[in-house]
Structure formats: C-alpha cells, structure tokens
C-alpha cells in the first residue's frame, strides 16, 4: 500500500503560480512512477505530469508545457507540481498517483496508476 498525501492549491488569480506537492515514502518515490492528475468538473480525468526515478524519465502534458513543471524533493520526499501562469482552465482539483516504474511515459497519464491521494482543488480567477 501506497500514501500520497497532496498539499497546495486554493484559490488564485489569473497569472498566478502555485505549487503542489505530493508526499510518500522514500522507498515509493525510488520504486513507483507518479504522475499529476487533473480533473474539471465536467470534463474527463487529465494526466498533467510524470516521473520516475526509477528509470530517471519525466514528461508534461502538451497542454501544460513550458508552464508547469515536476519534480522530486529528496529532502522532503514530495513530488512537487510548480504551475506558472496559471489560466482559468486551469481550474480542477489536482490529484496524485503512483503507479508501475513504467507508467510514466510520454503519453502522460496513459500508464497504470493504482494508489491515488485524495486530491486538491485549484481554483483559478480570470
């Protein structure tokens, strides 16, 4: 069993930069890939970012290239999302996951992920 516990978010502005951080254990973070989710209402489930040290890869979602940008915390033991700039669409409540050490892929989001933190909202003001 996997714990994720995410932090971060809340209400910004448009323009704004937040960052979130999801926290596990070391032994997770070497082992499992995790990825940032998104979910707007109405909208499907959007895979957003991934890592896995593991294998040392890390991709984005076009859709958030050049603005949001993860990475892992070795002090910490967190995988933080840095969002910059961020866009009303931007708006979701943000969830963590991890998965297999192959999940993350360039299809960000495509991979298995079976441990989820309970998420984050993110609401962003035009």
């Known amino acids: 069993q996997v714990q994720l516990v995410e932090s971060g978010g809340g209400l910004v502005q448009a323009g704004d930069s937040v960052r979130l951080s999801c926290a596990a254990s070391?032994?997770?973070?070497?082992?499992?890939?995790i990825a940032w989710f998104r979910q707007a209402p109405g909208k499907e489930r959007e895979g957003v970012a991934c890592?896995?040290?593991?294998?040392?890869?890390?991709y984005s979602a076009d859709s958030v290239k050049g603005r949001f940008t993860i990475t892992r915390d070795h002090a910490t033991n967190t995988v933080n999302l840095q969002m910059n700039d961020l866009q009303f669409d931007d708006t979701a409540v943000y969830y963590c996951?991890?998965?297999?050490?192959?999940?993350?892929?360039?299809?960000?989001?495509?991979?298995?992920?079976?441990?989820w933190g309970q998420g984050t909202q993110v609401t962003v003001s035009s």
């Open positions: 996951a991890a998965g297999p050490r192959y999940s993350c892929s360039r299809t960000v989001g495509m991979g298995r992920y079976d441990y």
């Open positions: 890592l896995s040290s593991s294998v040392d890869t890390a």
């Open positions: 070391k032994s997770a973070l070497d082992y499992y890939s």
